[in-house]
Nanobody, 115 residues
């Protein structure tokens, strides 16, 4: 059973930055397309950014220009650099393959942005 392990969350003030990291619990796991998702209180989980096997990236409109997804294939790691954070970015952030596979969800990492 593979799950993703997220880290790097925390509490910051608006305008601050955080860098999230994610690795699979089993390093022999092969990853193709990956994505970062988030779930805010009372809202559905949504995809925030994704990166394809060829390295192409996509973002939801609300984070374009502020967030950057990247990966290290050798480490099987996926990162999310978040700049100019806004209170609306407050959520639990998860990584998974894209499209997601429900059995791979990890615990996520909490990001809290105060105004």
């Amino acid at each position: 059973q593979v799950q993703f392990v997220e880290s790097g969350g925390g509490s910051v003030q608006a305008g601050g930055s955080l860098r999230l990291s994610c690795v699979p619990s089993r390093m022999s796991f092969s990853i193709y397309a990956s994505a970062w998702y988030r779930q805010a209180p009372g809202k559905k989980r949504e995809v925030v950014a994704r990166i394809s096997n060829d390295g192409s990236t996509n973002y939801i409109d609300s984070v374009k220009g502020r967030f950057t997804i990247s990966r290290d294939k050798a480490k099987k790691a996926v990162y999310l650099q978040m700049n100019s954070l806004e209170p609306e970015d407050t959520a639990v952030y998860y990584c998974n393959v894209y499209p997601y596979f429900r059995d791979y969800w990890g615990q996520g990492t909490q990001v809290t942005v105060s105004s």
